[in-house]
Structures are given as C-alpha cells and as structure tokens.
C-alpha cells in the first residue's frame, strides 16, 4: 500500500490498538522493574578526595596552604601525574597487601576509579562493590597509602586526605526508576512498530478508502449494513 501516513491515518491505526499498546507498556516497564529489583545485584561506591600541593603543613589538625595561582595551576599539573602514579601495579600491589581482603591487586585496580577533578588540585577516588563496607574499607585504605606512595617517588610532592570515605547508605546502581521508565518506553516504541508493520504489510480489503488507494477506482456506491430482524417469527435481513 502506498499510502501516506497523516495525523489522522496515524491514530486511525493505533487508537483501535490502545489496550495492546497499553499492556506493552505495562509490561515492559513491570518486568524492568523486577528485573532491577531482583536480578541485578547492587552495587555501592565510597570515595574520597586528596589534594595535591608541594608545600602543605598541619597545623591543629587543619590544613595550612599560603595558595596563590601558580600554586594552583601546579597542582593541577601535579593531580594529573600523581593520578597516574596512583594507579600504577606497584600502588595496587601495596594496597593489596595492607587491606583486610583476599583480592588480588588487579581486583582491586578493577574496582577502583582515580579521577581529577577539574579545574581544582584534587584527586577523586572511589571504589565500587557489591558490598559497602568493602567498597568503604578499599577506598580509605588507597587514601591512606597515596600521600606516603606519593612522597616516595616524587620528591617535594606530597597530598593531604580532604575527605576520608565514608559508608554508602544507598547503591549507586541499578537506578530503579530510570530502569523502570526504559523498560515502558522500549514497551511504548515495541508495540507501535509492530502495530505498524502489521498494517503496513496487510494488503487485505477492509474499507472502501482501501479500495480507492489500492486500484485508484472511484467508488460508485456502497451497500448499508443491515440489521435482522424478525417478522412473524420468521428472520428478515
């Protein structure tokens, strides 16, 4: 059928199917739902944050920095590196071994995310586990480690913990309701496709518009529907 799809074509076709529409829907997003709920395992992330600076002194348990712009701009230059020397096998190695777990240290490079946060001098580190103690435990370890591993092999360089992990209350995946919403929407955009494809390949003869757009015949005359009824006991149609 070569027939142009309008406004009114569109929702000739589709009101008539609005409860398969709507159970698709339904459907979908229901079994998203379940699915989030007891089939993907969830996962919790603890993090915390270092800055990187070359002159730093602890002064009553705060932190002492004479900052300026240059300094500034240095630790950013400094957050890339040290981000890389943090997230090499010799660190991991370290931390495997000082972590109350029985990970290897490809395990927990794996788990374990280092990223700057832009346009500052800090480090963002977090670790991500089905279980948030560990996910706590691993990343306060790596933050604990990182100024001494730091110091080490850079010399003058040096980073200051700012935010310690802290236990995860909520995971940070699956993401119900996103889930949930994906899960209709894919029902929604099914349902009509199908619907669609349906009517595009049915060829069949169901009204007299078909007629015209499938033979480009003038139609002539229609016969009314009749009801039965009876007279006398007899059916007359």
């Known amino acids: 059928m070569n027939e142009e799809f309008s406004i009114n074509s569109i929702l000739s076709i589709l009101l008539p199917k609005w409860p398969v529409i709507f159970l698709s829907t339904v459907a979908l997003g229901m079994a998203a739902l379940l699915i989030s709920l007891f089939l993907i395992q969830p996962v919790y992330v603890a993090g915390g944050t270092l800055y990187i600076t070359g002159d730093v002194t602890a002064v009553s348990g705060a932190v002492k920095q004479n900052t300026n712009l240059s300094d500034l701009m240095l630790s950013q230059e400094l957050a890339k590196t040290y981000g890389q020397i943090l997230s090499s096998n010799t660190f991991f190695k370290t931390v495997a071994q000082e972590s109350n777990t029985n990970y290897t240290y490809e395990q927990i490079q794996r788990l374990t995310s280092i990223s700057n946060v832009e346009e500052t001098g800090l480090l963002a580190i977090s670790v991500s586990h089905t279980k948030p103690q560990v996910a706590c435990d691993l990343a306060n370890t790596i933050l604990r480690l990182a100024p001494s591993e730091i110091e080490r092999i850079v010399v003058g360089g040096s980073a200051v913990i700012i935010d310690p992990a802290e ?33 595009m390949f049915d060829h069949s003869i169901k009204t007299a518009d078909d007629i015209e757009n499938s033979f480009s015949l003038p ?5 009314p529907a009749m009801e039965s009824r009876k007279v006398r006991g007899i059916t007359v149609k």
């Open 167 to 199: 236990l995860p209350e909520a995971p940070a995946s699956p993401n119900i309701p996103k889930n949930t919403v994906i899960g209709a929407f894919a029902g929604l955009i099914l349902s009509v496709l199908i619907i669609f494809l349906r009517d």
């Open 219 to 223: 139609i002539l005359g229609m016969i």
